[in-house]
């Protein structure tokens, strides 16, 4: 019954490696987002998606690369890993994508997080 | 860009009111959160204010006034299951992306 689920848990791979992490959510809700918290506990958005389709790309480097089958999914995979991308990975939700039309609507629902240790 | 501030660490005794402060710098105000994490979980929602005010929700409140910048959330009666780290966030009127502070580490001690 979990709302937003994420897998896996912990993930420990070596230098250069591809890895994914998946999410799903199932709150019927139509915005999906990845955020990095790093070992500062900063928690900052890497991407959004709303419907299937990208909204908010930060700075990240291409090496990251989202992906959204449908609006109940979204997936992260990231190539050639680098020790720098050793962080918390947490998926969220929201109901609406932030128009600002219904602020309360866009409180974020967090998935459990992906620790990732980068060796 | 935004700037959010909020105090690192604070400790308070059980049954005791802790006020956790946020000031923010932002180039246009579309609402703040509030959001608490325990460790090694992952963030829950806890308030949310975009008029000035206080928003009362039980044990915990939540203040904002636009002009200052400025935020805080209000912990009551606290229980030792309230130690967690509080992160304020503010969303940005132009794209609505919601950044986060640092979070504030409350510990409650017996």
């Known amino acids: 019954d979990t709302a937003v689920s994420q897998t896996p848990k912990y993930l420990v791979t070596q230098m250069g490696n591809d890895k994914s992490i998946k999410c799903e959510q199932n709150l019927g809700h139509d915005t999906m987002y990845w955020y990095k918290q790093d070992s500062k506990k900063f928690l900052k958005i890497m991407f959004s998606?709303?419907?299937?389709?990208?909204?908010i790309n930060e700075t990240v480097p291409n090496r990251f690369s989202p992906k959204s089958p449908d609006k109940a999914h979204l997936n992260l995979h990231i190539n050639s890993l680098e020790l720098g991308d050793s962080a918390v990975y947490f998926c969220?939700?929201?109901?609406?994508?932030?128009?600002?039309?219904?602020?309360?609507?866009?409180?974020?629902?967090f998935g459990s997080g992906t620790q990732l240790s980068v060796l | 860009g935004q700037n959010i501030d909020q105090p690192t660490e604070m400790t308070a005794t059980e049954g005791a009111i802790v006020q956790i402060n946020c000031t923010y710098q932002t180039s246009g105000f579309n609402g703040l959160f509030w959001y608490q994490q325990h460790a090694g979980e992952a963030p829950t929602f806890l308030s949310y204010?975009?008029?000035?005010g206080l928003e009362e929700k039980g044990r915990f409140s939540s203040f904002l006034s636009r002009s200052k910048g400025y935020s805080y959330l209000l912990l009551k009666e606290l229980q030792m299951k309230d130690s967690a780290s509080y992160l304020c966030a503010v969303r940005r009127s132009n794209d609505y992306k919601l950044s986060f502070g640092a979070g504030t580490t409350v510990t409650v001690r017996a």
């Open positions: 998606y709303n419907n299937k389709e990208l909204i």
């Open positions: 969220a939700s929201s109901q609406d994508s932030g128009t600002g039309v219904s602020p309360t609507n866009e409180k974020l629902f």
């Open positions: 204010n975009v008029l000035d």
